[in-house]
């Protein structure tokens, strides 16, 4: 079992940076590839970004590369995610996920997720 906590959602200005951490249990964390979804409303949960088990590979969704960046630190088990340049189509439900693997994974059927940070960010 895993279970994600994730922090750092709020309320920014276009044009600003938010910094989304997602804090992770248990001891196996690098046997995980680590991913953020995001939802917003009437909308499907779509994968934005995702990281290998050693960070060494990444996958970026078209609409964030560039301004989003993600890392990992496996000592301290925890996932980040670096918005910058940020948009009003970002705003939405951001969600940690974990997916029992070491390799990047792109679809949506992770195996562990957390509950979801609200990220809004104003015209």
């Known amino acids: 079992q895993v279970q994600l906590v994730e922090s750092g959602g709020g309320l920014v200005q276009a044009g600003g940076s938010l910094r989304l951490s997602c804090a992770a249990s248990g001891r196996t964390f690098s046997s995980y590839v680590m991913g953020w979804f995001r939802q917003a409303p009437g909308k499907e949960r779509n994968l934005v970004v995702a990281?290998?088990?050693?960070?060494?590979?990444?996958y970026y969704a078209g609409s964030v590369k560039g301004r989003f960046t993600i890392s990992r630190d496996n000592a301290k088990n925890t996932v980040y995610l670096q918005m910058n340049s940020l948009k009003p189509e970002d705003t939405a439900v951001y969600y940690c996920?974990?997916?029992?693997?070491?390799?990047?994974?792109?679809?949506?059927?992770?195996?562990?997720w957390g509950q979801g940070t609200q990220v809004t960010v104003s015209s």
């Open positions: 990281i290998s088990w050693n960070g060494g590979s990444t």
């Open positions: 996920a974990a997916y029992s693997g070491r390799y990047i994974y792109t679809r949506g059927d992770y195996d562990y």
